[in-house]
């Protein structure tokens, strides 16, 4: 079984040009759109070189949801499913602040947040009134296990930052000190990998 994972483009969120960096509906940035419609055309060759039964499935986000709408366009897949489970990490009382701001509305709680961060336990952090990475994980294990029986042989998954960090953790199979250690998907990055090993990275 063969993967694409890749991350949607980039927002006005993303700039700090938006109220809520976590809105479902948040736009996409000039670049942004130039950005998804790379990817679209980098996937889309990728997908035509092979011989491939191709699924694709996407977070419910506008900004994922614009990428599968372009590439659903262009290509035929066996299924395209919207998917709630590779949703972003909800982050709670965080959500809508920087982490600057956030220091200065919450200080004890942001305190929190650096410790377990420097000491390299962010997987177990839970946003107040939100999620940790290990929420995430368990979601996506549960995604996992309801496309284990699926017949397609290559999967295109269009997720988020924190959300793609830990569907390539499972996928790796990396313990938790790769997950502490390792950088995530810039916007539009696309990473291939087959039999538990990245084969390629497209910035």
């Known amino acids: 079984m063969k993967y694409i994972l890749v991350?949607?483009?980039?927002?006005l969120q993303n700039l700090g040009q938006g109220a809520n960096e976590l809105d479902p509906n948040a736009s996409l940035s000039p670049k942004g759109l130039d950005q998804t419609k790379?990817?679209?055309?980098?996937?889309s060759e990728i997908l035509l070189q092979e011989?491939?039964?191709?699924?694709l499935y996407y977070s419910p986000y506008r900004r994922?949801?614009?990428?599968?709408?372009?590439?659903?366009?262009?290509?035929s897949f066996v299924r395209v499913r919207e998917e709630p489970l590779l949703s972003e990490i909800q982050c709670g009382l965080f959500s809508g602040y920087t982490m600057k701001n956030y220091a200065?509305?919450?200080p004890d709680e942001y305190k929190k947040f650096i410790r377990y961060?420097?000491?390299?336990?962010?997987?177990w952090y839970r946003f107040p009134e939100g999620e940790s990475p290990f929420d995430v994980y368990v979601r996506v294990r549960l995604f996992f296990a309801q496309i284990e029986n699926e017949d397609e042989n290559f999967r295109v998954i269009?997720?988020?930052?924190?959300?793609?960090?830990?569907?390539?953790?499972?996928?790796?199979q990396a313990d938790l000190n790769w997950y502490e250690e390792t950088s995530g998907f810039d916007n539009a990055e696309i990473h291939i990998i087959d039999d538990g090993k990245i084969v390629d990275q497209v910035i």
């Open 7 to 11: 991350r949607h483009g980039e927002t």
């Open 38 to 43: 790379r990817a679209v055309e980098k996937i």
């Open 51 to 55: 011989n491939v039964r191709a699924s």
């Open 64 to 75: 994922t949801k614009n990428l599968a709408e372009l590439l659903s366009q262009k290509l």
């Open 104 to 106: 200065l509305v919450n």
């Open 117 to 123: 961060k420097n000491e390299k336990c962010r997987f």
């Open 158 to 172: 269009i997720s988020h930052y924190n959300t793609l960090k830990i569907l390539e953790l499972c996928l790796l």
